[in-house]
């Protein structure tokens, strides 16, 4: 009974919720990097009239060379980001 | 406290309204004067040097703004260099240096040092004497483009958290916590902004008047209008005898305007330059 309780639990956890707990994960990641992109537009060569603040944000940001050259080259991010903005004026 | 400010056309006199306009709220209470022209002239009316100095009972301020951006940039670098990697500080130095250079800044620094005065408090008046009118709009809509992308900004980072939150639980997070502080602290300004006084100096020329036009249309307020040099003679050269036209039957105009509303302002500005 006791084995077919650690299957059944771990069955439930590989099919179900680590898919959605890894699905959450990535989501953040992406708002995450929608922070990133939008406080320092001008990394991926669009104005940003207070990139002179985006300085000071700079020490909260957890930025590794990787997600620098993801803001700088993936126009993808670009597209991704219009996409779900809402408050664009 | 409470803001004032003035403004208008380069070289009609913002500057000396703004020390007499100091000088009579000083006699009712505490009162700081700015600088937030480039060209700042606050030193050269007091006869006095320096970024800050007291006379007559105001506490005066006309901060450097080249120097007031190295040194914040400075400090912002320092902290961040102090937590990354040797690659990465390669990869944003040239940001900082760019930053520390870039003449755009300057209004941004000179809306910190507003800001930073206003609300420290310490004071009952503030008077800002502002750059010439291109300046001075720039400066009005800043703040508010500002607060909204520090809104935005705090808006994704809490989706983010949400997000976090459910795998992980919830934790502090050092970047809400700040971009709440600067919402809350730039929300604060605007208010003061908002109750703030507007003093308008002119003068009768044509040029004064279709820029205070354009201004005020575009602001569309006003608490003071001053029109400034109507008394002293009016030297034009030749070349400008046609303004002189419009100009002369000002000199007998009433020197200011009783409770202005900015659109009688206009009509009046309209009619006579017809």
């Known amino acids: 009974m006791g084995k077919l309780k650690d299957w059944l639990s771990g069955f439930f956890r590989g099919a179900f919720s680590d898919t959605l707990f890894a699905d959450l994960e990535r989501e953040a990641k992406e708002v995450e990097e929608i922070v990133l992109v939008l406080a320092l537009l001008q990394f991926s060569g669009l104005e940003n009239p207070f990139s002179f603040y985006a300085l000071e944000l700079l020490p909260f940001m957890e930025i590794t060379p990787y997600s620098l050259r993801r803001l700088i080259s993936k126009e993808e991010r670009l597209g991704y980001l219009f996409s779900r903005f809402e408050g664009w004026a | ?274």
Not at chain 2, 2 to 31: H, P, Q
């Open chain 2, 1 to 274: 406290m409470r803001l004032f400010f003035v403004a208008g056309k380069g070289g009609v006199g913002k500057t000396t309204v703004a020390a007499t306009l100091a000088y009579l709220l000083s006699r009712k209470g505490k009162t700081a004067l700015i600088s937030t022209d480039l060209a700042h002239s606050l030193g050269d009316f007091f006869a006095m040097q320096g970024e800050e100095f007291q006379v007559a009972g105001i506490r005066v301020l006309q901060p450097d703004a080249p120097s007031r951006l190295r040194e914040r940039v400075k400090n912002w670098e320092r902290e961040f260099f102090s937590n990354i990697s040797p690659t990465l500080r390669e990869d944003f130095s040239p940001f900082f240096r760019f930053a520390e250079k870039d003449p755009s800044n300057y209004d941004l620094i000179m809306l910190e040092e507003v800001k930073g005065l206003a609300l420290k408090g310490g004071q009952e008046h503030l008077v800002v004497d502002s750059g010439p009118t291109g300046q001075f709009l720039k400066f009005l809509f800043l703040g508010d483009k500002l607060l909204e992308w520090y809104r935005l900004l705090r808006r994704w980072r809490r989706k983010y958290l949400k997000l976090r939150e459910m795998t992980k639980g919830k934790t502090q997070d050092a970047m809400e916590e700040f971009l709440e502080k600067r919402v809350q602290e730039t929300e604060a300004f605007r208010r003061l902004m908002q109750g703030a006084f507007l003093v308008w100096v002119t003068e009768p020329t044509a040029l004064s008047l279709r820029e205070t036009l354009r201004a005020l249309t575009q602001i569309r307020r006003v608490d003071f209008l001053v029109v400034n040099k109507v008394k002293g003679e009016i030297a034009l050269p030749e070349s400008l005898a046609k303004l002189r036209r419009i100009e002369l039957p000002l000199l007998d105009e009433e020197p200011t305007f009783a409770s202005p509303s900015w659109e009688k302002i206009a009509e009046r500005i309209r009619e006579i330059l017809r």
